[in-house]
C-alpha cells in the first residue's frame, strides 16, 4: 500500500472508532496479494477481524462488570469428582439457551462441591454469549436491595436489574435473613419470573429456605416460581477444597460420628 492511502485508513479507522482495523489492513492486504483474494473477500476478511474483536472485548467488559469472585470455567471443571453429575446436562445449559427461555438454575450440595464454580463458569458463558450478568451472594443482594428501598428506589433498581440477562445469587442459606429481607428477595425473584434467568446456589435444600428467609410462605411462593422453569442440579460429596490435603473427609461430616 503507499504511504497516502496507509496514511488514509489510518484516519479513517479511527474516524470510525475501529483504530484496529489500520493493523488488520496491512495484515490481511498481503495475505490477499499472495492468496489473490477478490476484493469483496478481503473486505469481508477485514470486517471480520473487527466484529471477532469487538465480541471479545465486549466479553472482557461483561466478564469485568459482573463482579465474579474468580474466574472458573466449565473446562476446569473436573467431572470425575462429581461421578453423579449429568456431563450432557452441564453441557447443554453452558450453551446458553436457558437464558433465552428466561429459565433458572438452582445448584444444590454441601461445602466446596463446586456450585459456585459451576455458577461463575455459566455467568462467563453468558457473558461471552452476550448477556449482561450480575453476581452476588444473597447477603450482598440483600443489602442492594435494602440500600434501594431505604432511598425509596426499589422499584426501579428491580425494574434496572430486569436489563441483565443473568443474575446470580450465590450461597443462599449459610446466613438466615430477616423477614423484610425475604420480602425484598421475594420481588427480586418474582419479577424476573418468566422474564430473565436467575442462577441461585445453596447447601440447604427447599424445605429449609423457610428457615433462612424466616417466613414460610414468602419462601414457598418464591421457590414455587424459581422452579417453575428451572433446572435444579444437585452437587455430592466430600469438599473439594480438602482434596489435595491429605485429609479425605472432614470428621464431622462422616456419618459414624454424626449423631443423626
Ligand atoms: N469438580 C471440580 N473440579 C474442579 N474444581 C473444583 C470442583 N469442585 C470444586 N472445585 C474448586 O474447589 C473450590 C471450592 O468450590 P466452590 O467454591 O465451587 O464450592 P461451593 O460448592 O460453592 O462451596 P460453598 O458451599 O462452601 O460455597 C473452588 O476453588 C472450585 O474451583
Ligand atoms: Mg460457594
Redesign the pocket.
Known amino acids: 500500500m503507499g504511504d497516502d492511502t496507509t496514511a488514509r485508513i489510518e484516519y479513517l479507522s479511527r474516524a470510525l472508532k475501529a483504530p484496529r482495523i489500520r493493523d488488520t489492513a496491512e495484515r490481511l492486504a498481503e495475505q490477499a496479494r499472495d492468496g489473490g483474494w477478490s476484493h469483496e473477500d478481503y473486505l469481508a476478511a477485514v470486517l471480520d477481524r473487527e466484529v471477532a474483536a469487538r465480541d471479545a472485548s465486549g466479553a472482557q467488559l461483561r466478564i469485568r462488570a459482573a463482579g465474579f469472585p ?1 474466574r ?1 470455567t466449565l473446562d ?4 470425575d ?2 461421578p453423579a453429575l449429568n456431563r450432557d446436562q452441564i453441557a447443554h445449559l453452558g450453551g446458553g439457551v436457558f437464558l433465552s427461555q428466561a429459565r433458572n438454575i438452582v ?1 444444590l ?11 461463575i463458569a455459566l455467568g462467563i458463558k453468558a457473558a461471552h454469549a452476550g448477556h449482561r450478568v450480575l453476581f452476588g451472594t444473597a447477603v450482598e443482594w440483600v443489602a442492594r436491595l435494602q440500600e434501594a428501598h431505604s432511598r425509596g428506589r426499589l422499584a426501579a433498581e428491580i425494574l434496572r436489574l430486569r436489563r441483565y440477562g443473568l443474575i446470580i445469587v ?2 443462599v442459606g ?1 446466613i438466615p435473613f430477616e423477614q423484610d429481607a425475604a420480602n425484598l428477595f421475594f420481588q427480586l425473584v418474582s419479577s424476573r419470573y418468566e422474564h430473565a434467568s436467575l442462577v441461585l ?1 445453596s ?1 440447604l435444600p427447599f424445605a429449609r429456605w423457610g428457615d433462612v428467609f424466616g417466613d414460610q410462605v414468602v419462601a414457598s411462593a418464591m421457590i414455587d416460581r424459581i422452579v417453575h422453569h428451572a433446572d435444579v442440579i444437585t ?1 455430592k460429596g466430600a ?3 480438602l ?1 489435595d490435603t491429605g485429609i479425605t473427609t472432614l470428621p464431622s461430616a462422616r456419618p459414624e460420628n454424626t449423631t443423626e
Open positions: 474468580a472458573k476446569d471443571f473436573n467431572f469428582h462429581q445448584l450440595g454441601p461445602p466446596g462441591t463446586g456450585k459456585t464454580h459451576l455458577a450465590d450461597e449459610y446456589t447447601n452437587l469438599s473439594y477444597r482434596k
